[in-house]
């Protein structure tokens, strides 16, 4: 692979994932000069990492990316792999201009554009869209003598499947769909606690992802119209009852405790006093924005993220952030959510480059 590129493209996109794909899907029909920088060994993105039992909680027709439907699973929602698939699938349909692994690890600002640094490697162009996500920054809380215990902690990014927790203590800390999920897996095996912050919320057994993005469709036009929405509506983070999550219900164990006051070397201990010794400790606690790649633009702000307008970055015109969840766009991190922010992206940036060749 060559060491460097002088040649100014148009449009470079960091990530290779759901985000980075629906966006060259758009770019791709512009005419514009683009190039994909995926990090990953091979397709899928954020999928590549997720655990072996891990599904979507919406239908493959409400789970697709603009252009070409995800195709449909014979029953129930489509799996870890099955996504995999169709974003392999999805990348070989449309041909786009891709390399891979490439761990871009900075940004400069050039005259007419930003230069793309890989190690030793460099690629120019007059726009950059960050499509990163947040798989490869899990975000653990702090407690108090964590660095004492003995036993084993993960994130949720790292797990695979429960087996290797039979017959253990394990504590599940995380009140969302992933940590209602793995605690359906874990507690079939291992004796298991669920650790929450607050009551977790569970939505009505016949919710999906699909109302789910309609819900946040709804919020969406709410805010271009300026008007509040009068009623309740479910958040992407509350739980959505897939059979796993439901048969754990049925079992009696989908029920959570408020979260331990500190570690011990076995343990941790409650805000009654009590200890409990622990094997194993599986944070399901979320992400944080992956923009470790961004921080020599000093843009990165005290929360650990860029400032946009929409999806473009407000210090940094030449530089728009896709995919990231609800502060780049409702439902930005879903694989249909996606697709709207992709498309105004594409039309700022087209629009942008022909105003600076005016």
Same mark, same amino acid.
């Given at each position: ?167 253990? @203590?394990?504590?599940? $800390? +995380?009140? %969302? ?6 605690? *359906?897996?874990?507690?079939? =095996? ?127 015109? @030449?530089?728009?952030? $896709? +995919?990231? %969840? ?6 930005? *991190?879903?694989?249909?959510? =996606? ?20």
């Amino acid at each position: 692979m060559k060491a460097k590129s002088k040649t100014l493209l148009d449009v470079i996109i960091i990530g290779g994932g759901q985000a980075g794909l629906a966006t060259a899907y758009f770019l791709r029909r512009t005419g514009l000069s683009y190039l994909i920088l995926d990090a990953e060994d091979g397709p899928g993105g954020a999928w590549r990492h997720g655990w072996n039992s891990l599904r979507l909680f919406s239908p493959a027709t409400w789970s697709s990316i603009a252009g070409w439907m995800m195709p449909p699973v014979a029953d129930g929602y489509p799996a870890r792999d099955h996504v995999i698939d169709y974003l392999s699938r999805y990348e070989e349909r449309y041909q786009f201009p891709l390399q891979r692994p490439v761990r871009v690890t900075a940004i400069e600002r050039i005259e007419g554009g930003l230069r793309v640094r890989a190690g030793q490697q460099h690629w120019q162009a007059r726009a950059v869209v960050s499509t990163t996500g947040t798989w490869s920054n899990p975000y653990i809380p702090v407690y108090p003598d964590a660095e004492s215990f003995q036993g084993q902690q993960l994130h949720s990014a790292h797990y695979v499947e429960a087996q290797p927790f039979a017959g253990k @203590r394990v504590l599940v $800390v +995380g009140g %969302g769909n992933s940590g209602a999920q793995i605690l *359906a897996e874990v507690s079939k =095996v291992a004796d298991s606690t669920w650790v929450t912050a607050t009551e977790p919320l569970f939505l009505p057994d016949d919710v999906d992802g699909r109302v789910l993005f309609e819900r946040a469709t709804e919020r969406w036009k709410a805010q271009q119209e300026g008007r509040a929405i009068d009623k309740p509506v479910g958040g992407l983070g509350d739980v959505v009852m897939v059979p796993p999550v439901v048969e754990a219900r049925e079992r009696g164990v989908l029920h959570a405790v408020r979260p331990f006051t500190h570690f011990t070397r076995n343990g941790v201990v409650w805000p009654d006093g009590s200890e409990t010794e622990v094997d194993a400790v599986i944070w399901c606690t979320g992400f944080r924005p992956a923009l470790g790649h961004l921080a020599s633009l000093g843009l990165i702000n005290d929360e650990g993220r860029v400032e946009v307008q929409g999806t473009r970055a407000t210090h940094e015109p @030449r530089l728009w952030l $896709v +995919g990231y %969840g609800e502060w780049t766009g409702l439902a930005s *991190a879903t694989l249909i959510g =996606v697709t709207r922010n992709a498309r105004s992206t594409t039309t700022e940036i087209a629009q942008f480059l022909a105003d600076k060749e005016n």
